[in-house]
């Protein structure tokens, strides 16, 4: 059962349309990240957040914006989707390493994103 | 910062033979170390983890990795794989000084299993 969930799985956009991509979690972990990957190719960090009313830009740049409201949920806005936002876009979220030990990045099952 | 280098960007491998993925980071610093998997237009999935203790690490499905500080090396290996591990597979290091415990990532491994 997953405890990240990222809505909606698939989506099919035109060009010029305002998307927002939703992640939600469930294991009230601080830190969130938004990953872009291309079928196949390494993952690029273009967004995270260590916590409520904290975003930072990732190592590759991105059009998008990220709020953080809620501990839980991390949403992604395009304001104007263009062809080249076609992708997948995974979300991920982790709590730091403590004395307890370090569990990791837990990821989304991610949403595909197909502008025309 | 640390990188990551996974040797490999494909690896071709018949069903029931062994396969060993290939991953070198660039710091001998401690650090934490981690293996995941990602079946076709899925997220990723944790196979496995190091933290400390001993070098070999067994994972889920059937995986193992062994440590090697010296070489500062973390390779997963199955020793019979099966169609179902057709996969693309993913290294990731994070230092031990990094409180955050911020994850940086190989450009992954694809593994396409043939009968």
């Known amino acids: 059962e997953a405890d990240i969930y990222q809505t909606p799985r698939y989506l099919v956009i035109g060009t010029g349309k305002k998307i927002t991509l939703e992640c939600s979690q469930t294991?009230?972990?601080?830190?969130m990240y938004w990953y872009q990957q291309d079928p196949g190719m390494e993952l690029h960090l273009i967004h995270y957040?260590?916590?409520?009313?904290?975003?930072e830009k990732g190592d590759l740049s991105s059009e998008s914006t990220v709020s953080r409201i809620r501990t839980e949920h991390f949403p992604l806005t395009l304001e104007s989707a263009r062809p080249s936002h076609t992708s997948q876009y995974l979300c991920?979220?982790?709590?730091?390493?403590?004395?307890?030990?370090?569990?990791?990045?837990?990821f989304g099952s991610g949403t595909r994103l197909t502008v025309v | 910062a640390q990188s990551v280098t996974q040797l490999d960007s494909q690896v071709p491998v018949f069903e029931e033979a062994p396969v060993e993925l290939r991953c070198n980071y660039s710091?001998?610093?401690?650090?934490?170390l981690f293996w995941y998997v990602q079946y076709p237009n899925q997220g990723l999935q944790l196979l496995l983890k190091?933290?400390?203790?001993?070098?070999l690490v067994k994972g889920i499905n059937g995986f193992e990795a062994e440590f090697n500080k010296s070489q500062t090396s973390f390779h997963l290996r199955k020793p019979s794989v099966h169609i179902s591990d057709t996969a693309e597979y993913f290294c990731?290091?994070?230092?031990?000084?990094?409180?955050?415990?911020?994850?940086?990532f190989g450009a992954g491994t694809q593994v396409v299993v043939t009968p």
């Open positions: 957040s260590y916590g409520v009313n904290s975003t």
């Open positions: 990731a290091v994070s230092d031990l000084a990094d409180s955050w415990g911020k994850l940086q």
């Open positions: 190091y933290l400390s203790g001993s070098t």
């Open positions: 991920a979220s982790s709590d730091p390493p403590n004395g307890r030990g370090f569990s990791g990045y837990t």
């Open positions: 294991m009230g972990h601080d830190k």
């Open positions: 710091s001998s610093v401690s650090v934490y």
